[in-house]
Nanobody, 122 residues
Framework: QVQLVESGGGLVQAGASLRLSCAVS??????FAWFRQAPGKEREFVAY????????YYSDAVKGRFTISGDNAKNTVYLQMNSLAPEDTAVYYC?????????????????WGQGTQVTVSS
């Protein structure tokens, strides 16, 4: 019933920008996060937003370069990625949770999208 669909990934060169979108259907949520997973690595927290408190939070790896935002009416969240580097190459996943409390742990999130590939060449 609940579906998350990511879009906006692609192949870009270092220094470029991309904007990822995550469209959620089936239920309204207020708490969203982006994770990423590179080959051979564990899922890594990227960014979080909750409309219940108007709060955003970022990992140190992306702070200052990425911006999470959303459209509450559309139940959609975005990730604006600037100054991309090869280290950002990964499959990016959107996830939602029912609680408005910040979490960096994947197991705290209830629903996940299938991911969108971001590849940054040097």
């Amino acid at each position: 019933q609940v579906q998350l669909v990511e879009s906006g990934g692609g192949l870009v060169q270092a220094g470029a920008s991309l904007r990822l979108s995550c469209a959620v259907s089936g239920r309204a949520f207020s708490n969203f996060a982006w994770f990423r997973q590179a080959p051979g690595k564990e899922r890594e927290f990227v960014a979080y937003i909750t409309w219940t408190r108007g709060f955003t939070y970022y990992s140190d790896a992306v702070k200052g370069r990425f911006t999470i935002s959303g459209d509450n009416a559309k139940n959609t969240v975005y990730l604006q990625m600037n100054s991309l580097a090869p280290e950002d190459t990964a499959v990016y996943y959107c996830a939602v949770k029912t609680s408005g409390v910040l979490s960096r742990m994947p197991n705290e999130y209830t629903y996940w999208g299938q991911g969108t590939q971001v590849t940054v060449s040097s």
